[in-house]
């Protein structure tokens, strides 16, 4: 098939070339438009308590989690003097006629010690935004610079959780456009310098741009039909151009030494689209069923990032078996070049190993546990305003509650009592035992307000009461309590015995339980990919023993990467050069995410390194022999292709938000790492010690085989008789 697809594509090349440029185009014009369809998101999980909680607020009590934070300074220096109170009442009474807000609590109203700072110079008010994550950050973008504001009387500074999510979506954008400009030049600089030929450059940079455009496209059309988050799109662009990249290194690589074999232009290129075509289509199956395991989570953000890797996929491959043919038919004489030469430093490093084996394999598996070790001590914690680099205005603002604030009233654990018919007496006695707990500062009840089991606050707050006469609790955290382990927090006020059916949410109730069903799901998105995986190369390479050594292998490189992540980023090394705050934990969603992007990456230079083995042992029957050659042919484009696509990774290091910076340097590392000391090292190491064993399967599942064309004469090709 591939054969006839690459003569097809040959013989028609003007037609399949404009038909390219034509959808190129196409696809172009309509991607463009994609980022106004696509979605942002929150740390929520469907069906969870907390999300039911959300619904029963906005639904009965026309409020939900204060998503806003205005915090007011003095500047007399006293929040209770008559001028600043009527200028922050002058303030209230403007936000509460803006666009989307539901409920405002000020400080001056509501008469909360948690809304006043230590020191009586500062005061917040406290909003509600109703909407989707989308239209609330919208809202902000032009809202929260009319907001912030120096008077004679005050000085306002926004914060909250929707407006450090804006921010981080802000700067990340940034963030990214900075590192595709940087890195787009770049990567057509070093391809000149891997080919030696401008055209071949430009060709294969011609690919990854129409995966680009073309993911971007079918994640716009996806997002009419369901939610699809806007870093699906970062994705796109950094995965698009890479996996471009790598099918067409090893595509013109085949046609090079089809040509330097002695076959015509005409004959070269449809042997070379058969080889290599097959190849790059088992690379990118693997890819997209690595990426297709986040589909298990039950959030758009993860599985818009499933929907981008399918099309990056599909479009790669497309570009790499129907226009790369045409393309090299009309301009092969432009990117030929001398076959791999004889011999190579990766060449004779395979060799050295595979002489002493177990030195060499003991010397590298000790380099690579010993960078992985941190690894056993993980933690996965939760984000906040850290995330952000240090300077932007929501983090300035949190952290100015953080250190003059006793509470954190902007996240507060929203308690809703499931009936109407509660007993005062009852609710006044849970609202007094929850404001008993760990870390709980007050809990603010229809009754009054509680502190250490008594009532320290009048009654009256109206909008604790629904309409049908349901109430619900505030229950305030301290500002140690939102900085140490907030789950265990959550979890505690859950297990305090309440006289009606509760529902427990919040901003840390949502956080909470989104990280519990990420983790809760975890190990059906790791099965996924090693069997799917696992699978796959078995009907590659016919063996038993192959694929596990090569789930193995990985496996070992992804914890160099989560090592580094923990090294690094949770216990701050390196973080004053990197230009980041470390928190003590890890954020479980990027580590998740990069390991469905890390793993597939690493099994598709895996692909390319034992299709090109098995080919040789195929010809010659001997594994020592065909490792070697293997390697001499492909280690050399698997590490130019890990270089760039580690370069365009390691670009996102330049940014400030610290989950582009982990996915850029863990993917980065665990690319380089794969593509040198597990291919060319230990994976052979451990080849020659398997010896036979390598391509040892049972009978029955030999016929699960797809068995690949063998080479046609030249003259066959042309005559379609090859099968």
């Known amino acids: 098939m591939l054969t006839r697809l690459g003569r097809r594509s040959a013989r028609y090349s003007r037609a399949v070339l404009l038909g390219f440029l034509l959808l190129f185009l196409g696809l172009g014009g309509y991607g463009a438009g994609a980022q106004g369809d696509l979605d942002l998101s929150r740390w929520s999980s469907p069906g969870t308590e907390s999300v039911r909680a959300a619904d029963e607020l906005r639904d009965g009590f026309r409020t939900g989690n204060p998503n806003l934070a205005l915090l007011v ?35 001056w109203d509501a008469d909360s010690p948690a809304l006043r700072g230590k020191d009586g110079r500062r005061a917040l008010i406290l909003v509600h935004l109703e909407g989707t994550a989308t239209e609330t950050r919208e809202e902000l973008a032009s809202l929260s610079p009319r907001l912030a504001r120096t008077t004679a009387d005050i000085e306002v ?16 954008r940034a963030d990214f456009l900075r590192a595709e400009a940087f890195a787009l030049p770049v990567v057509l600089l070093l391809l000149i310098l891997v080919y030696r030929r401008t055209v071949a450059a430009l060709l294969t940079v011609a690919v990854g741009l129409f995966s680009v455009v ?32 790598d099918y067409s290194l090893f595509m013109i690589s085949r046609y090079r030494e089809e040509r330097a074999a002695g076959h015509d232009q005409r ?14 289509l088992f690379s990118g199956v693997t890819v997209a069923v690595s990426l297709c395991a986040l589909l298990v989570f039950p959030f758009f953000f993860l599985s818009s990032f499933a929907y981008a890797g399918v099309l990056v996929v599909v479009t790669a491959v497309a570009g790499a078996v129907l226009f790369l043919p045409a393309a090299l038919a009309r301009w092969g004489h432009r990117v030929e070049r001398a076959a791999a030469p004889p011999s190579g430093f990766w060449h004779r490093a395979a060799l050295t190993a595979m002489r002493r084996p177990f030195l060499a394999g003991a010397g590298v598996l000790t380099v690579l546990l010993v960078t992985a070790s941190p690894l056993l001590g993980l933690r996965f914690g939760l984000p906040d305003e850290r995330t952000l680099p240090e300077g932007t205005s929501s983090r300035t603002t949190s952290e100015i509650v953080h250190r003059e604030f006793a509470a954190e009233p902007t996240d507060i654990v929203q308690v809703v009592l499931g009936a109407p018919a509660a007993e005062p007496a009852g609710t006044r006695a849970y609202a007094a035992e929850l404001s008993r707990l760990p870390g709980v500062f007050q809990v603010d009840a229809p009754e009054g307000a509680y502190q250490d089991g008594r009532r320290t606050g009048p009654p009256g707050q109206d909008r604790l009461t629904a309409s049908d006469g349901r109430v619900r609790l ?6 140690r309590a939102l900085y140490g382990d907030v789950p265990a927090f959550v979890e505690r006020v859950r297990q ?13 109730g949502e956080t909470t339980d989104f990280r519990s069903t990420l983790l809760g799901r975890l190990p059906y998105a790791v099965g996924i990919v090693l069997v799917a995986t696992y699978v796959i190369l078995f009907l590659m390479t016919n063996s038993v023993l192959l694929p596990a050594k090569a ?39 990027i580590p998740v995410l990069m390991f469905c992007v890390a ?41 130019a292709a890990a270089g760039i696509l580690a370069l365009s990774f390691l670009s996102y290091a330049t940014g400030g938000v610290v989950f582009l910076k982990e996915l850029g340097i863990g993917t980065a590392l665990t690319i380089l790492v794969d593509a040198t000391l597990i291919r060319v090292v230990l994976l052979p190491v451990t080849m020659r010690l398997a010896g036979r064993a390598n391509w040892w399967a049972p009978r029955r599942l030999r016929r699960l085989r797809i068995r690949e064309g063998e080479a046609a004469p030249a003259d066959d090709v042309l005559r379609g008789e090859y099968v």
């Open 267 to 280: 004959a070269a290129v449809p042997r070379a689209t058969a080889a290599a075509g097959r190849t790059v």
């Open 474 to 479: 505030a229950v305030v955290p301290t500002q």
């Open 73 to 107: 300074t003095a500047r007399d220096g006293d929040v209770d003097s008559p001028r600043t109170e009527r200028a922050a009442r002058q303030l209230t009474d403007e936000v509460e006629r803006l666009p989307l807000v539901t409920d405002v609590t000020a400080y």
């Open 157 to 172: 500074r926004v914060g909250g959780q929707e407006e450090i999510s804006r921010q981080v979506g802000q700067q990340a």
């Open 599 to 639: 793993y597939g990456l690493s099994m598709d230079y895996e692909v390319f390194l034992l299709a090109r083995i098995k080919e040789e042992h195929d010809r010659t029957g001997d594994t020592r022999r065909a490792v070697g050659e293997g390697i001499r042919r492909s280690a050399p484009l698997i590490t």
């Open 496 to 508: 305090i015995p309440a006289p009606v059916p509760v529902l427990v949410g919040g901003y840390p």
């Open 551 to 589: 789930t193995v292998l990985n496996l070992l490189s992804l914890s160099v990467m989560f090592g580094c992540l923990v090294w690094v980023f949770q216990d701050g090394h390196l973080s004053g050069l990197l230009g980041f705050t470390p928190t003590g934990s890890i954020e479980p969603s």
């Open 214 to 245: 073309g993911t971007l496209a079918g994640l716009r059309v996806i997002a009419q039909f369901t939610e699809v988050s806007t870093f699906a799109a970062n994705l796109a662009l950094v995965l698009g151009l890479g996996l471009g990249i």
